[in-house]
Structures are given as structure tokens and as C-alpha cells.
């Protein structure tokens, strides 16, 4: 796809921009389609400076809610998907959005289905939008699918920002306590490297692992440099491969304090999405497949996996999940209840709002924890380095004063 750079006019007014198209008659086509007489138009070279390297999925969450919201509300006042992808494209905040709906509008007009069509934008619609987004054309209830989508999402970010918000503060508190000994290593514990050697005298053992670690922060620094990477690194390769991110993940779930937490946040966003499909009428053993790929946790994923084989062969798809530490009886026995009664996507929010409440609770509790913890830490560190520069100065001063 080639990118060019255009100005013209249109009803509103006068209007420039950027489009990508296979060719320029093709970007005048799609500009004449979407009412803008274009004046000027040049192709951008293709630059490194002109490609946008992403990583993830390039849109805002809270973007992309405002757009399933604007987008069921549109619906709901009989305007087409056609015109509804049009005018979204021109509102969006977010450039990588408004390039793809500017290249779903054409591809809806040529009379393929929304669904087929944000298939082939994979890094910003999820397999459980599309699906939805395919039940909704099916059911002829777009709009509902639409703000059933909202809402979920909208309960993801407020889950995430949680656990993003009780994890902030230690991790901030690790690099200030890092910034600071390294600074008490390098900066000021050398000043005394002198005095301590004219005072001739045997040092403490502590003032002598305190200078040794000075010596060797200031000798080789970038060996702990290379540690960080090497660990950042590491940890990315692990994720990265299905194998190694379980025992990732299983490690996360069973760190203490943390671990709890996480395994509510997974479980909420288990329960939310089986909700969410089954609520779009979406089958049931797509539904499990779908959740296997957005749960983003490889232990509560294959317990998944099997509980979908066990739905496969006629039995409960609770059986795997009663034999799994991860999965407490609440989450069993409100599943088995959504099955004898017919309303297994209720049952499952349900559970999704006590554990997202759980969430809630569990990060108040472990920030009124970490704080003074972390306070104590980042003292015993500085402490340390003080007292073992202290000890020895007291001798000094009172080998002078006998003196």
C-alpha cells in the first residue's frame, strides 16, 4: 500500500490529510467517494520515518469504547454501517483507528460484511469483536452487540487500571530505592575510600561490603546494566513461547500477596467474556476458543481448553475446572447452576462482578500494605549504607580524641 498527502474540499470546508490506497487514482476514488474534491496530492516516499512501528494493539481502549459507543448510538438512529463507519473515521481520536474504519468503508461499499472486513485488521479487532460483530449480523441486533461490547471493555480497562495502579507504587518505589543507592555508591561513599585507609585500622565488616559494592558499581556498572537487559529480555522470549509463559504464569499466580489478586483479575475477565458471547448467541464451543486466546494466561487457558474437549464429549465444562487449584467451588457451582437453568451468561457476570469486586478490595488492601513496607525497605538501604560509613568515622574520632 502506498501513502500519500492530500488537500481539498469538502461541505464542511477545506480538509487535508493522509490516505494509503494501491495507487493515486485509487486514493481519488476513495476521496471522491466520501464527498472531497481533492486539489493537491503527493505519494510520500517510502521511509522508516513515514512506517509507524506498533507493538500490541496500536488503539486506546478508551478510544475504542468511545467508537463502539458512537458507533450502537448511530445504529439506534437508523443511519447505515456504511454511513456510521464513514462518520467515525472523521471523529476518532485515534489515527490508527480512522485508517482502518477509512479502509473498512470501502470494502463495505463494495458489499462485504463488517465482520469479514475487520478480520483483516487483527492488531485492533479481537477475535471476540468479530465474532460478536458476525452473531450481531446474523441476529440483525447490531446495536445491542455493539454496546454489550462497550460495556465489556469498558469493565476490562477498569480491572486493568486497578491492578496497574497497585503495582505502580512498589515498582516506583524499587527504582527510586535503585537511583538511590546507586547514587550513595557512586556519588558519596568513594569520598571516604581515603579515610578509611589512613585510619589503618580493621573496618567493620559491614563498611566492607558497602565499599566493595561501591568499587564494583563504579568498575563494572554495565555488568548490572547487562543484567537488567539480559532479565527484560528473558522474560520477553518467555512470553513469547506458549511452553515457558505457563510456568511463567503459573509462578504469577502463586506469588504470595500478587498472585491472589492476579487470579481474580483472570477469572473476571474469563467470566466477562463467556458472558459477553454467550449473551451474542455466539456457540458455545467457539465462545471457550475465543476465551482460550483473550484470557492472556496460559493456566487458566489450557484448564479452558480442556473444559471445552469435556463439552465436546457431553459432559459439564466444569468437570476440568473443579479438578484445577485455580478455579475456587463459586465459579463451579455458579456455572453448573448457568447450565440446569438456562442462564449461563447471567450466572457468568454475576461472577464476573464479585471477582471484579474482589479485584477492587484486593488492590485497597495491598496498597495500604506496600506502602509502609516499601518505606521500611527503602530506609533499611539507605540506613545501611550510612551506619557502615558512620561506624568507622566514630573510631576515627575517638582514637583522635585519645590522642
Known sequence: MKRFEYSGRSRQGKVTGKIQAASKREALLILRDKGIRVLEMKELPESILHKDIVIGNPVKLQHFVIYLRQFSTLLKAGVSVVDATNILSQQTESKYLRKALEQIETELREGNPLSAVSATHKKIFSPMYINMIKAGEAGGNMDETLDRLAEHYEKQHATKQKIASAMAYPIVVV??????????LVSVVPTFV?????FGGELPAITKFVLGASEFMQKSWYMIVLFFVLLFLSISIIKRNKKTKYYFDYFVLRVPIFGSMMRKAVLARMTRTLSSLFSSSVPILQAMTIVEEVVENEVIGRVILQARDSLEKGQSITLPMKAHWAFPPLVTQMIVIGEQTGSLDSMLAKVADFYEKEVDNSTD????LIEPLMIVVLAGLVGTIVISIMVPM???FNQVGKQ
Open 175 to 184: 527504582f527510586i530505592a535503585i537511583a538511590v543507592v546507586i547514587f550513595l
Open 194 to 198: 581515603d579515610m578509611f585507609a589512613d
Open 365 to 368: 488492601r495491598i496498597k495500604s
Open 394 to 396: 566514630f573510631e576515627i
